[in-house]
């Protein structure tokens, strides 16, 4: 069965730092991955999604992912952490090939919080 | 920018009461879907909707579940008998189509604590 593993819950990081959060999966065909972001009292928002081609894909707010099959990996990446990116961070995986990417799986989340 | 909206954003009811959680999609999207997150867990996907009827469901999503659209905009997701491990947050999402290179759009939540 398909599954999703943010093995880091709570990440803190100064503002102006470089941020990577981990995220795993279990799949067993080419798997559609994505990066939500919650900001507090707001929904999900999509920060990127992976399908195919370049394994390193970019996304809105300077975020970036690169995924690697051969670590079933999908980490999230950014450069310099500003303090607006506090929020909570969702990987997921599309649940059925040819599903729409309304029936996700997803992690349990990582918690940023940014040291001024 | 369209949104998904959810209302209200916190509901506390108590065990063995119905509960109905009001999601308005944003309008032109065809694909309906309820999420929730129990505290601490994974995010779940409860459902999907589409062309009034249910096209996926979970596990979870059992007899006590269910949702419909009543009036062409609004979305809801009907909780009968609550009990007090349906307290959670439920997200609502919508999609223009079923296909993956579609974004599905979330709401903010609403949190539903059974007391």
């Known amino acids: 069965a398909q599954s999703v593993t943010q093995p880091d819950i709570h990440i803190t990081v100064s503002e102006g730092a470089s941020l990577e959060l981990r995220c795993n999966y279990s799949y067993g065909a080419t798997p559609y991955l994505f990066w939500y972001v919650q900001s507090p009292g707001q929904g999900l928002q999509l920060l990127l999604k992976y399908f195919s081609g370049d394994t390193l894909v970019q996304g809105i707010k300077g975020f970036e992912a690169e995924f690697k099959r051969s670590q079933s990996s999908f980490n999230l990446r950014k450069p310099s952490v500003h303090w607006s990116d506090a929020a909570e961070y969702f990987c997921a995986v599309a649940m059925n090939y040819g599903g729409s990417q309304g029936n996700l799986i997803f992690g349990k989340g990582t918690k940023l919080s940014v040291k001024p | 920018e369209p949104e998904v909206t959810q209302t209200p954003s916190h509901q506390v009811t108590q065990m063995g009461q119905e509960v109905i959680l009001r999601c308005v999609p944003i309008s032109n999207h065809l694909y309906f879907y309820w999420y929730r997150q129990i505290l601490g867990q994974k995010v779940e996907f409860l459902v999907s909707f589409y062309n009034n009827e249910i096209s996926e469901k979970s596990e979870i999503f059992d007899d006590q579940f269910s949702v419909e659209r009543p009036d062409g905009s609004n979305f809801t997701l009907k909780i009968r008998s609550t009990k007090l491990e349906d307290s959670a947050m439920y997200f609502c999402?919508?999609?223009?189509?079923?296909?993956?290179?579609?974004?599905?759009?979330f709401g903010q939540g609403t949190r539903l604590t059974v007391v």
């Open positions: 999402a919508s999609s223009e189509s079923g296909q993956l290179n579609t974004e599905a759009f």
